[in-house]
C-alpha cells in the first residue's frame, strides 16, 4: 500500500504572487479546501510544502504555497505532482479501493493462474477499465464489472478474474 496519493499536477501560474494552478487529479476537488499541508513531487525530487491559501476557478485549484512567493518559483513547479499523506485521504466505502494501491497487484484467473501485474485503470462512461500488464509485456483489458472482478485483495497483493470469452482475443 502506499504511503502518498496524488491529488493533483500543477498545470501553470496564477498572478504575480506565485500562485499556482492545480489539474485535480482526484475525484473530490474540494479536498483542497481543507489541506494545509502537502507534497510537491517535481524533477528536483520531493518537497513538503504549507498550503497557506486554496480558492477554486471553475475546474481548476489555485493555492499558494508558503516559501513560493513570485511567478519565477511558481513556474519552476508547472509539471510537477501534488501527493498527500495516506492520513489525508477520503474514507472509501466498503468494497472501495484506492487505484493507487492496486498497481503493482497480482492478477489471477479464477484457478489462481497468474495473469499479469495490475498497471492502470481507465475511467469510460460506462464502467472502470483495469488495464493488466501481461508477463510478454502485452496490456489486456479488463472491464471492472461484477462478472469479471471476482475478489479484490490488495492487502493480499491481488485480483482474481474471471475472463469473459473472447477478452484476450482482443
Not at 13 to 19: A, N, Q
Request: net charge negative.
Amino acid at each position: 500500500m502506499v504511503d502518498r496519493f496524488e491529488v493533483g499536477e500543477i498545470a501553470g501560474t496564477h498572478g504575480v504572487h506565485g500562485d499556482v494552478k492545480i489539474f485535480p487529479t482526484t475525484d473530490w476537488p474540494r479536498r483542497f479546501l481543507e489541506l494545509t499541508d502537502a507534497y510537491v513531487e517535481s524533477k528536483r525530487g520531493l518537497l513538503a510544502v504549507k498550503i497557506s491559501h486554496v480558492r477554486m476557478d471553475g475546474k481548476f485549484v489555485v493555492l499558494h504555497l508558503s516559501g513560493v512567493d513570485d511567478m519565477d518559483e511558481a513556474r519552476l513547479l508547472r509539471g510537477s505532482k501534488i501527493l498527500i499523506d495516506r492520513k489525508y485521504a477520503v474514507s472509501l466505502p466498503e468494497g472501495s479501493y484506492f487505484i493507487a494501491d492496486l498497481v503493482g497487484c497480482r492478477v489471477l484467473d479464477e484457478t489462481g493462474a497468474e495473469i499479469g501485474t495490475f498497471s492502470d485503470c481507465l475511467r469510460t462512461g460506462a464502467n472502470d477499465v483495469y488495464v493488466v500488464r501481461k508477463g510478454d509485456g502485452k496490456e489486456l483489458m479488463i472491464p471492472a464489472i461484477p462478472d469479471c472482478i471476482l475478489e479484490i485483495n490488495p492487502e493480499e497483493g491481488f485480483l482474481r478474474v474471471h475472463l469473459l470469452p473472447g477478452l484476450e482475443d482482443l
